[in-house]
């Protein structure tokens, strides 16, 4: 058996991203189906036009329209493509020299097989079908065949004159994301309905969930320690804010629980009680979930709910706020 | 300037760590290699500092975990740099230039395997031109290796060259990933996998974790007997976009090693992840033909991600301590195609910068 649990996780983000009057003026020229680089001091066209010159570091503003045929420059074969590449199935990267620029521009090159793509071939935009003022309006380039483009590239899917600001561009990555071996102990725990702490063979500080690591004294925390599932309130908010994916109705309570026998705090919700009555030092156990439900995670314990006895001697968690 | 060595490193290169992408598990060991090497205790430790990147580890503030790792309460001077550690020991050494702390430990980590490794990285490009592409890692190197073969700057078999020695030396590295030399002539029969690069020409994917050692004047005597002295640090980077610089060449590379200063160097460990960039490296530091490339096997080895780097520098710090090299360079690159470098360069004689 593995040491540790794990899980896919996959982390999203739609980046909005502004763009300057540079890589605006590029952006532009891809949603009307040309393709705009910009001169710099050494006189070499720069495509896509970088935003300061590389030599004088002045705002770049020399823009010149190069053609959308060029040469391969450099190109490498993508046998096993990754998800939001152009492609999914096998194709090339290639660096273009497109006519009319001095320096490659990185894009795909759709062909079938490492045969069908060289050093030095010609090649020509394929341009996506609708265009939106981003570098993906360029769906790929493509072998030139030498016949005259399909007319339409210069058409726009919105409305030519208007300035591209933004773009959007998202972000999606899958992990297997592994617990620590401590933190798997902790899950494997509460399978079984037992709530498991590690404690620090230097300080016997008692934590939960366990850490890999003693915060105060650096070394790991090797001895198990089964903690009872009742403790104290030490400290609360009343979560009154709407949030997306919220799944319990506010008012509600969010309390970090002493459990007893542990050295540091466990959060999990306070129910079954108005939310304006929970205190400091109330003394609560948890309520678990049918034992049918249990699974390796915290949501076993659906939440804890007070315990009725009277609350907790201050001096029992000052050292825990 | 004050002295500064490096007198500690521990590391640890595996296929698939089996923890937690925090690393905090990994670390604990690793830095009580470094406290019995020195003698140090963590309190003896004055600053700390770490690389390692969120994007690795799929949760954010990745590395506010790992500092459990050494004892943070109550807090200690520590930082963190989102790159390979061996801008950590960068910034690390500068602190210790200000006269501020006398000692660092500075520590990388990455759990590559958790993600797409070579996805992943397509963050680290252009965000408006390059990333909504998602070229990956393999591919911007194939490319690099392109430009280098129909340039004329070198070709397959030098590149099979540098795997068949690197493979070789990694034989004795116990913390290798990838080992085993062969020949040429069979490293060339392979199939290609990314045209022009076959699966030997680029670094296996790598998890791990290592930390290093640093101490000023005397307090680096006192760690260990023959300190490994640093007589040049320097650091500089090349444009992002591809298109704008020569592929075949490195000129930051060739920058950092001017203002670091590499005569004399007997062996250099070269953070190289695939083969031909070992070839733009060695021409661009005016490595002389007979300096040692890579005995450790470098990173076509092994690879950890945030920690590769900083392991260059440990490797040919140890190769001062042993007594068997008097004069050896660390090197270190980060971002697309040798975009970023760095070069470290060590001596066992005090007072050589």
Known sequence: ?321 | MRDVAVVGFAQRQMEEFDGSPTCVELLVPLFAECYEQTGFTRKDIGFWCSGSSDYLAGRSFSFVSAVDAIGVIPPVNESHVEMDAAWALYEAWVKIQTGEVDTALVYGFGKSSAGVLRRTLALQLDPYTLTPLWPDTVSLAGLQARAGIDAGAWDERAMAEVVNRSLTDAEKNEYAVRRGGSSVEELLARPMYADPLRKHDCAPVTDGASALVLAAGDRARDAVDRPAWITGIAHNVDPLHLGVRDLTRSPSAAAAAVAAGTAGVEVAELHAPFSHQELVLARELGLESDVRVNPSGGALAGNPMFTGGLNRIGEAARRVWSGDHGRVLGHATSGPALQQNLVCTMSAEQGAN
């Open chain 1, 1 to 321: 058996m593995s040491r540790t649990l794990s899980a896919p996780v996959t982390v999203a983000f739609d980046y909005t991203r502004s763009v300057g009057p540079v890589l605006g003026r590029f952006l532009t020229g891809l949603r009307d189906g040309q393709v705009v680089g910009a001169r710099t001091s050494d006189g070499r066209v720069v495509v896509p036009p970088p935003e300061f010159d590389p030599v004088t570091h002045r705002a770049t503003d020399d823009f010149v329209e190069v053609a959308d045929t060029g040469t391969v420059t450099s190109w490498t074969w993508v046998p096993e493509p990754v998800a939001a590449q152009p492609f999914d199935r096998p194709f090339a990267f290639a660096l273009v020299t497109l006519d009319g620029a001095d320096v490659p521009l990185l894009h795909a090159l759709d062909v079938s097989s490492p045969a069908d793509v060289s050093t030095g071939m010609r090649v020509r935009v394929r341009w996506a079908a609708e265009r939106v003022g981003a570098i993906t309006d360029i769906a790929c380039f493509e072998p030139d065949d030498g016949f005259e483009t399909l007319a339409g590239a210069r058409s726009s899917t919105t409305e030519a004159g208007e300035m591209v600001t933004g773009v959007i561009t998202p972000v999606s990555l899958d992990y297997q994301y592994a617990a620590s071996p401590e933190e798997s102990a902790f899950y494997r725990g509460l399978a079984e309905g037992r709530i498991l702490g590690q404690r620090c063979p230097v300080c016997h500080q008692v934590y939960v969930p366990p850490r890999s690591a003693c915060p105060v004294d650096g070394v790991a925390t090797t001895d198990e320690v089964e903690l009872a599932d009742r403790g104290t309130v030490t400290t609360f908010c009343i979560v009154n804010v709407p949030f997306l994916g919220q799944r319990i109705t506010p008012p509600y309570v969010s309390a970090y629980v002493l459990l007893d026998g542990a050295d540091i705090a466990f959060l999990h919700l306070i129910l079954d009680v108005p939310a304006e009555e929970v205190r400091m030092g109330m003394r609560v156990e948890a309520v678990w979930k049918p034992r049918e439900e249990w699974g390796t995670t915290i949501e076993n314990i659906s939440h804890f709910r007070p315990t009725g006895e009277p609350d907790a001697d201050y001096d029992t968690y000052r050292n825990h706020l």
